[in-house]
């Protein structure tokens, strides 16, 4: 029974007291009651963490989206990770492709120049799909956890925080009104009592009654004036105490600042890490595929056949012999007498070419350009030269003119 009796009054005291925040809470809006400011600096730390909250969730959900595009998958990792499971391996697109080249390559055979490329293809691919798979989780464990860490954990607390700042900040300005109340009606009361009322007649009489109970009624809010006082102290020692503790909060956003940084570091360490794997991957498969026959080269302006070349030119490092079905069949004579000899000669480029780095230069199909050999140089290269642009180029992208 006495615990009723407390669960009762409990109840009473939390109505009353959310009652009285929402009253001081409309009558702010209405413009019909003082609201207590923060200082500027606590202002200033609360937009400080709702700003980096803000761009936190934005960061992170693009951050997704670009590890993973598939937003059935990302649904299914969310389901498994509330879930407290792993989420089953899942073959990623590049893997996917790369299967699909290999299992063309095997099928057509491996002997056949196309299926042998379809096959190198397939492998680099492959070996592309599992730098993708190292990335979005190396990006998860240093970028997106830490993230997510600060959004579900961290910023959560100051939310709670902030949200009991402002319950103390509107029990503190309702405890100034009450005050404020209390100490106009006393000075009400002591008007009346100091107001002398003359005349013998019944309204003279029946005035005085009621301005005896007017009295009595004011001096009940008089009597009010010590409890506000004391209510005012308490809600303000309250108010100060949370605006402290919600301070000390917020200021550590400044060390999730540089938490971030350190996560975003980790985050670019990654995705070099990824782009220099794939850089280096197709750098040797189009080196591979740039030791095929010059027969299988072509550009988006030309055919897949290349074309018969004419009396008066030669691929370099090749002496052209034309078979019935129109290929060219190369020999390395050229090349060898090119390599052997010290002066230039004129070649055109067969297809584009963009250097790899600032000793090579960058070729566009069908120009013409000036090609020589450098003594130590690597039998894949040639020194080529375009008015003021000198840098190596690769042979197979070459055909030599006469």
Known sequence: MNIMDFNVKKLAADAGTFLSRAVQFTEEKLGQAEKTELDAHLENLLSKAECTKIWTEKIMKQTEVLLQPNPNARIEEFVYEKLDRKAPSRINNPELLGQYMID???EFGPGTAYGNALIKCGETQKRIGTADRELIQTSALNFLTPLRNFIEGDYKTIAKERKLLQNKRLDLDAAKTRLKKAKAAETRASQLSSARLEGDNIMVNFSYMLNFLHVKWLKIWAEEVTKSEQELRITQSEFDRQAEITR?????????????????????????????????YMLDLQKQLGSFPSVYHCNNNQTSVAPIPSASSNVIGSSPLTSTSGLVITSPSNLTDLKECSGSRKARVLYDYDAANSTELSLLADEVITVFSVVGMDSDWLMGERGNQKGRVPITYLELLN
Do not use: K, P
């Open 248 to 280: 000390l909060l917020l200021e550590g956003i400044s060390s999730t600042h540089a938490h971030h940084l350190r996560c975003l570091n980790d985050f670019v360490e990654a995705q070099m890490t990824y782009y220099a794997q794939c850089y280096q």
């Open 104 to 106: 063309a390559g095997t």
